[in-house]
């Protein structure tokens, strides 16, 4: 029978193969490892997966390194939000952080990189506020928007959207409320400069979601502040 690790392999292999020619069939691939990941049965962790992926991830060749982070993104989208442990979500997230800063200046895999965080953001046990300051103002400060195409945009619109939701939930330990209108005013510069210049129709929709979230459900004395600066974003686009 099988080990749990070489049902791992077996996934990899069958991913590494199709990846790029059969998403269905890579997709199931990734459903089957978060499965293993899942289950209490095994002694398998997203960190060996990760592990497992070390040399693909860290290569040089780009094809090769896209699949790597692609599978380890899509495994972790198909986790349930309770599986990772707070120690976890802040190891798995500063991985996906540095990948990043790394990345920033190259869209082959930013993609997939922004998938991840938005998946780790959403876990049940991401609670490091720390860390989610320190992505937000890496984003205000190193994103521009106008360097990649609309699909990659559209991921960040994605993962903009994901940390509003965990700020709006009150019932995590992630926002302390004497931290409540920092975060926000932080949360507010990074979208304005993540929409800034935007004119993909799918994109705009998002977009024009997340400005209604904001004036609606932030601390309306901070959104008071960006009024202006929230109008223009959303009615430039229109006659």
Avoid at 122 to 131: A, D
Wanted: hydrophobic content about 40%.
């Amino acid at each position: 029978m099988a080990t749990v690790q070489e049902k791992l392999q077996t996934e990899l292999t069958l991913f590494r193969a199709t990846w790029n020619i059969n998403k269905a069939s890579s997709a199931e691939a990734c459903a089957r490892t978060a499965k293993l990941i899942e289950d209490p049965g095994n002694d398998l962790k997203l960190l060996h997966v990760v592990m497992s992926l070390r040399e693909a991830m860290i290569s040089e060749d780009e094809t090769e390194r896209k699949m790597g982070i692609t599978f380890l993104s899509w495994t972790l989208a198909n986790l349930d939000v309770s599986s990772l442990r707070i120690n976890d979500c802040d190891v798995i997230f500063d991985f996906y952080f540095n990948k990043l800063q790394y990345e920033i200046e190259d869209s082959e895999c930013l993609k997939e990189i922004l998938g991840g965080l938005k998946s780790i953001i959403s876990m049940k046990w991401f609670t490091n506020q720390k860390s989610l300051v320190k992505l937000l103002e890496f984003l205000k400060e190193n994103y521009n928007p106008t360097q990649y195409l609309a699909s990659v945009r559209y991921e960040m619109f994605l993962l903009v959207d994901g940390i509003l939701d965990r700020f709006l939930n009150g019932s995590t330990e992630l926002i302390k409320d004497n931290n409540q209108d920092s975060l926000a005013e932080m949360f507010i510069q990074t979208f304005l400069n993540v929409a800034n210049g935007e004119k993909d129709p799918r994109n705009l929709l998002l977009s024009f979601k997340l400005n209604g979230k904001i004036t609606t459900q932030l601390p309306s004395d901070v959104v008071y502040k960006h009024s202006q600066e929230l109008f223009d974003i959303l009615f430039c686009y229109f006659p």
